[in-house]
């Protein structure tokens, strides 16, 4: 079967640094993805990994362990407008095959 | 500028109703998503095509069906409309690279 799991909440303060884990199962791997999501709008890319490592884009940075099957995002310098959910998404290896699975969100609180 | 747009925003329809949703993208795409989001499943792939005349089942495609005339619109068709399919529908595109998903800003469609 193909599954992916993220926390469903997170609750973090404003200025700190927070990780997001996510592991998934699927049928083969050729890449993963975290998308940011504010409520009521559509998901926007963040990150994409496909070899094991650290990826960083300024206060965002994604880990992949392709033998492990886990991701994290890391979030540093917390702000409010980090208050999102955050989706992971992995797309499968068969050849032309470009959609993919996400997981269910974890929903992050940024607090003052 | 490209952008993919999706319209209507909102709808509400009455169950057993035919309801068509529009997706139009100016990336010059090749591949097209449609995906429904509703709490604790995340983001469900409903159908999606990779090419003119190209179209395909996700895991959630009962009930729907998709066409692909031209590059640029993948329309949603819910057969017969019922209050299971009341969700947040979103199209997303993407290059044939599959280098991420560009996704509209969502119809929150509602079947009473």
């Known amino acids: 079967g193909q599954n992916i799991d993220q926390p469903t909440e997170m609750t973090a303060t404003e200025g700190a640094i927070v990780q997001i884990n996510c592991t998934y199962q699927?049928?083969?791997?050729?890449?993963l993805f975290w998308y940011q999501q504010h409520a009521g709008e559509a998901p926007t890319f963040l990150s994409y990994?496909?070899?094991?490592g650290l990826e960083e884009k300024g206060r965002f940075s994604s880990f992949l362990s392709r033998s492990k099957g886990y991701s994290y995002l890391l979030l540093k310098e917390l702000q409010m407008k980090d208050s999102a959910s955050y989706l992971c998404a992995v797309r499968g290896a068969t050849s032309g095959t470009y959609k993919y699975i996400f997981g269910t969100g974890t929903r992050l609180k940024v607090l003052a | 500028d490209a952008e993919i747009t999706q319209s209507p925003r909102h709808k509400i329809t009455e169950t057993g109703r035919q309801v068509t949703l529009a997706c139009h993208q100016t990336w010059n795409h090749n591949n097209m998503f449609w995906y429904r989001q509703d709490l604790g499943h995340g983001l469900r792939l409903i159908h999606y095509s990779y090419g003119v005349q190209d179209t395909n089942k996700g895991e959630v495609s009962d009930g729907y069906s998709v066409s692909r005339s031209n590059t640029e619109d993948l329309p949603l068709t819910l057969e017969s409309a019922a209050s299971s399919q009341t969700s947040v529908y979103f199209c997303a595109s993407s290059e044939s690279t599959g280098f991420g998903y560009t996704f509209g800003s969502g119809t929150r469609l509602t079947v009473v």
């Open positions: 990994n496909v070899l094991d």
């Open positions: 699927t049928s083969g791997f050729n890449g």
